[in-house]
């Protein structure tokens, strides 16, 4: 890859520089250094790059500084860089923990990340860097939510798939999309008196965390804090915002979005127990669909599900089909594994007395355990 990101190779290599006609090439250097994340032209540098190299939300910057300000795990980031020009990009979250060993993450609390670059050399330089920059801050582990696997790097498969599709070209085309079993109850959230609100405001944000919060504890999960959601929706601007569906002017379901190279994300969704009989959450989907198109969006990821979950029954049910995901794991000789999981064996128990706690409850202690959760 030359000097200026284009010519030559597209798996790495160098374009020759004016020269004497018999004088030796010399090829420039790759380097890998921390990004500075506080430099307004570093992070405007970085998110082109996301952009041009087709990554994903969790590449970008503005999602690695929104943990940050949302949860307090720390932003950091390693460039490959060759003549001054951006060769590769890992995005990483030092996530620690009272209750979990401290571990880098790419990206946290985000489904997606690891190394985006122009050669595989670049990307293996990286992860080299990575597993560098965790034994220099004394974190048990690196995990890359990506494939990228290499020797030393342990897999982690058959967990989780992802789910995401073409968005159809009408409300009535999307409609005929779903498969005839889901299809029906899509038609009886359809004619349910609901209205549906769409922004970002703190209405928007007061709602959508309230039927959050309820949502996950009735799952026996612990919340995120708001703040998260504040940080993404004020990180992302135009490219994120809230839906929410509500019956009788009460919110029942609602989920905030982002918005990416014409996909959109619906990452944080839930519905009350109400939900469920009138089929809000169904319309809540539905709608999404609708307004992610108007936003000129062509796919439609539903996200990632844990393998024979009802989640990921439920995403199939709307004719989506599972993409298993594999994850690479660099671990510290001697270290036990982070095991955040919370469908871990280990968690069951815990899973079945957080469902019994009083709401309010609930909402003050998730936001303190749920932030070594990335």
Same mark, same amino acid.
């Given at each position: 890859m030359g000097p200026d990101g284009r010519a030559g190779s597209p798996r790495g290599g160098n374009r020759r520089q004016p020269c004497g006609m018999n004088a030796p090439f010399t090829p420039m250097l790759e380097t890998v250094t921390l990004a500075d994340l506080t430099d307004?032209? &570093?992070l405007a540098r970085i998110e082109r790059f996301v952009v041009e190299r087709e990554g994903t939300p969790f590449h970008r910057p503005a999602w690695l500084r929104a943990?940050?300000?949302?949860t307090g795990q720390r932003a950091l980031g390693l460039i490959a860089e060759r003549g001054g020009n951006l060769t590769g990009w890992l995005p990483v979250t030092e996530v620690r923990s009272p209750l979990f060993p401290a571990a880098l993450v790419s990206s946290g609390f985000a489904v997606g990340g690891g190394a985006i670059a122009d050669s595989e050399s670049s990307v293996q330089r990286l992860t080299k860097a990575a597993i560098e920059l965790a034994q220099r801050l004394s974190c048990a582990s690196v995990e890359l939510r990506c494939a990228d696997i290499e020797e030393g790097w342990r897999q982690v498969t058959g967990k989780h798939a992802n789910f995401a599709a073409p968005l159809? &070209?009408?409300?009535?085309?999307?409609?005929l999309a779903i498969p005839r079993k889901q299809r029906a109850e899509v038609r009886k959230g359809l004619q349910q008196p609901f209205a549906v609100k769409v922004g970002t405001s703190d209405e928007d944000r007061r709602?959508?965390?309230?039927v959050y919060c309820q949502s996950v504890r009735n799952l026996g999960t612990p919340v995120f804090p708001r703040a998260l959601f504040d940080a993404v929706l004020d990180g992302f601007g135009s490219a994120a915002d809230i839906l929410t569906i509500l019956l009788e002017n009460k919110p029942v379901a609602a989920v905030l979005t982002v918005y990416h190279r014409g996909v959109a994300y619906p990452y944080w969704g839930g519905g009350t127990r109400a939900a469920r009989a009138s089929r809000a959450n169904e319309r809540l989907y539905f709608e999404l669909m609708g307004h992610a198109r108007r936003r000129g969006c062509g796919t439609f990821d539903f996200g990632r599900s844990k393998i024979g979950s009802g989640a990921f029954a439920y995403k199939k049910n709307w004719g989506f089909t599972p993409e298993p995901l594999t994850y690479a794991v660099w671990q510290k000789p001697g270290e036990a594994a982070r095991d955040i999981d919370p469908?871990?064996?280990v968690y069951s128990g815990k899973i079945a007395l957080w469902k019994r706690l009083p709401l309010p409850v609930a909402n003050r202690l998730g936001p303190i355990i749920a932030r070594g959760l990335a």
């Open positions: 307004p032209g &570093e943990v940050e300000r949302g159809a &070209e009408s409300d009535d085309a999307q409609l709602m959508h965390y309230a469908n871990s064996d």
